[in-house]
């Protein structure tokens, strides 16, 4: 296992299953490919496994597959028809239970409508709508027809919607009068107008009703769908693609720069996702899954619409806020539906401890088998209350490590293999198929213990295909660095026993006296005071230190901003990871800049203390939390 990420024997033995897997699958990928593509339906079979032309992978090349026949068509032949595939929960209260057989019913009549407008394979299709079932089936018929979707997330702008339509050149856009949010209309409608003054692209907009307030049909260019839909037939045939086709260009959450349109084909990222979803979560005939990402997010397309559906699986789609209109909102849902896996992130799971357990208490979580969390690391504090309170203290959780890029998960637990002992904060082992490594500046693999650059050393078939129109910026983003390597941008460790621990951004490293701190070290010490609910991490130039540590905390309930308990915190980080870690200066704020995808942006945090330009806030969730910002470093230059 020369050059592979694999650790000593010896460190796995236990998990005798899961590392026979892992390591067929990194001696022989093609073969074990090919296996895992032999569980799917393909109209024709591939002539070749991988063309891998560094930088650009090819899987089953040859092979034709349709990505809505595997999701739907497949299930409706079996007693599956009459299954459930979404339980969807408006955030009204209102409600509706969609079987196989009906999205199978919506989705040809979805494909006809799209065909009766013009579509076909190829084009590219835009959505952008709230969460209701209409998006799943709209992504479903695009991909039956072979034409290419973009999800744009319904809490955009309309700069940020009109940059995407832009940047895909799209000609159809699907949006609705209007979503909730927060108990408001999200008039996506009038946003989208706004945005088609900037977007000429568009010649057709389909509208769908949720919100029922009046907006401007522009005659000739705007249809309403339940309009279209009287024309539309009732079967359209799954148009078998190229397994290198297109099946979306999604844009990645704009954490650290300008978001990047990500192409995924159809083929091998059906094969990763499909395979991947069963390891990870173990799913099974009678499970109720839960993943609340919005579909807008690589987590919405994998592990919300073609994983599960792959799978036959009965997922839950919730459209509104989980705090709305009360806190237990999310703990109501899973007793409703009786959910079995439930798959979330550390900042959803951060907001709602904000609330205290009580609230949880009321509701009977007893349906729940296993946990997920994805889109940042979990700090051990986040783990142990999500096991204990919402877990029961019986149910694993799976700390998911993937990116836009990677189509799926990489980095997890597998029980749908084999469960490894769980360590809180760290995302334990390589999925089969994934050689993940961790390597120092000039790209040599780092010793257990030492901390470096993750890196994926091969071709897998969830492999993004590029960036949309931008060859260049592929190249330069994530095949410069280390010639050969896929550079993830991510700063992480292995522990003795092999278990992977991400640290957060490359870029986001912190070099303190000579030492190399991961941002999310030092934000982990920081929650792990009993006073803070979320922290991040950043630095100002020190002459002495190289840089020096700046914290931004929020609070938990109950506690007040004091110099005592400034001082205190600095005490417990310093008594935590040592006196190098020891803040310079501590701030509490209310709320952190993050992405509209809830990942803290700590990007503008460094900008504001450098004094540097801020770059493209299109994905803020909210310009308040960097005015606040703004006027802490203010007042910190004054003291200096
Ligand atoms: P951009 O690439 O535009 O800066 P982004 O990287 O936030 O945005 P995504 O593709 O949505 O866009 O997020 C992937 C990133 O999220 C990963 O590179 C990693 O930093 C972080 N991440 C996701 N899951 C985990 C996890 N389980 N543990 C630690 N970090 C995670
Ligand atoms: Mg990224």
Not at 359 to 376: C, F
Not at 531 to 553: H, N
Not at 588 to 594: A, D, G, N
Request: net charge negative.
């Amino acid at each position: 296992m020369e050059g592979t990420s694999l650790p000593s024997e010896a460190v796995y033995w236990p998990f005798k299953k899961y590392l026979g897997m892992y390591k067929r699958s990194i001696e022989d990928p093609e073969h074990f490919w090919a296996e895992e593509a032999r569980k799917l339906d393909w109209f024709k079979t591939w002539d070749t496994v991988l063309e891998w032309d560094p930088p650009y992978a090819r899987w089953f090349v040859g092979g034709k597959i349709n990505a809505c026949y595997q999701c739907v068509d497949r299930h409706v032949k079996t007693w599956r028809r009459s299954k459930v595939a979404i339980y969807w929960e408006g955030e009204l209260g209102d409600s509706q239970v969609l079987s196989y057989s009906t999205l199978y019913r919506w989705v040809n009549k979805f494909a006809s409508v799209l065909n009766n407008l013009g579509v076909s394979k190829g084009d590219k299709v835009v959505l952008y709508l709230p969460m209701v079932p209409e998006l799943p089936i709209f992504m479903l018929a695009c991909a039956r027809i072979g034409a290419v979707h973009t999800v744009v997330f319904s809490g955009f702008s309309a700069q940020a919607l009109a940059d995407r339509i832009n940047d895909t050149q799209a000609r159809i856009l699907v949006t609705a009068d209007a979503g909730f949010r927060r108990g408001k209309y999200l008039e996506l409608k009038n946003i989208s107008d706004e945005a088609l003054n900037l977007a000429p692209s568009i010649e057709k907009v389909v509208v769908t009703r949720r919100g029922n307030i009046p907006v401007n049909m522009k005659p000739g260019r705007d249809f309403w769908l339940h309009e279209l839909l009287d024309d539309a037939v009732s079967y359209v045939p799954a148009e078998p693609v190229e397994a290198t086709h297109p099946l979306y260009i999604l844009y990645t959450s704009g954490t650290t720069g300008k978001p990047k349109g990500i192409v995924h084909g159809t083929g091998g990222y059906l094969v990763f996702t499909n395979s991947g979803y069963k390891w990870v979560f173990d799913v099974k005939e009678e499970s109720v899954y839960w993943c609340t990402a919005d579909v807008g997010w690589v987590t919405g397309h994998s592990s919300v619409v073609y994983g599960p559906l792959c799978h036959g699986a009965a997922i839950v789609l919730y459209e509104g806020a989980p705090d709305y209109p009360s806190v237990d909102r999310w703990w109501d849902i899973v007793e409703k539906y009786g959910v079995t896996i439930f798959y979330t992130s550390p900042t959803g799971i951060r907001m709602l401890m904000r609330y205290g357990e009580d609230v949880v208490k009321r509701h009977d979580l007893s349906s729940l088998e296993l946990l997920g969390s994805v889109g940042e690391a979990i700090n051990p504090e986040a783990w142990h209350w999500y096991y204990r309170v919402i877990g029961g203290e019986r149910c694993p959780i799976v700390d998911t490590w993937w990116q836009t890029e990677t189509g799926g998960t990489m980095i997890s637990p597998t029980p749908g293999i084999e469960l490894v002992p769980l360590k809180p904060g760290s995302a334990t082992f390589p999925l089969p198929g994934v050689n993940a490594d961790i390597v120092d500046e000039s790209g040599k693999p780092v010793p257990a213990g030492e901390k470096g650059y993750l890196v994926i050393k091969s071709p897998w078939p969830g492999m993004l295909m590029g960036i949309h129109g931008d060859p260049q910026r592929y190249k330069d983003t994530y095949w410069s660095k280390f010639p050969g390597m896929f550079y993830t941008g991510d700063y992480a460790i292995r522990d003795k026993d092999g278990y992977f621990w991400l640290l957060g951004r490359a870029d986001e490293v912190l070099k303190i006296a000579g030492h190399r701190i991961g941002t999310i070290e030092i934000e982990d010490a920081a929650v792990s005071h009993e006073a803070v609910v979320e922290a991040a991490v950043t630095s100002r130039p020190d002459p002495v230190k190289g840089e020096g540590v700046v914290i931004f905390a929020t609070l938990q309930q109950g506690f007040e901003p004091s110099p005592e308990l400034k001082n205190k915190l600095k005490q417990h980080i310093r008594s935590t990871l040592g006196p190098v870690a020891t803040p310079d200066e501590i701030y509490f704020v209310s709320k952190l800049p993050k992405t509209r995808s809830g990942k803290i942006m700590r990007r503008v945090l460094k900008a504001v203390a450098s004094g540097a330009s801020i770059g493209d806030l299109t994905t803020l969730e909210d310009e308040a939390s960097v005015d606040e910002v703004k006027r802490a470093f203010e007042e910190l230059q004054k003291k200096v």
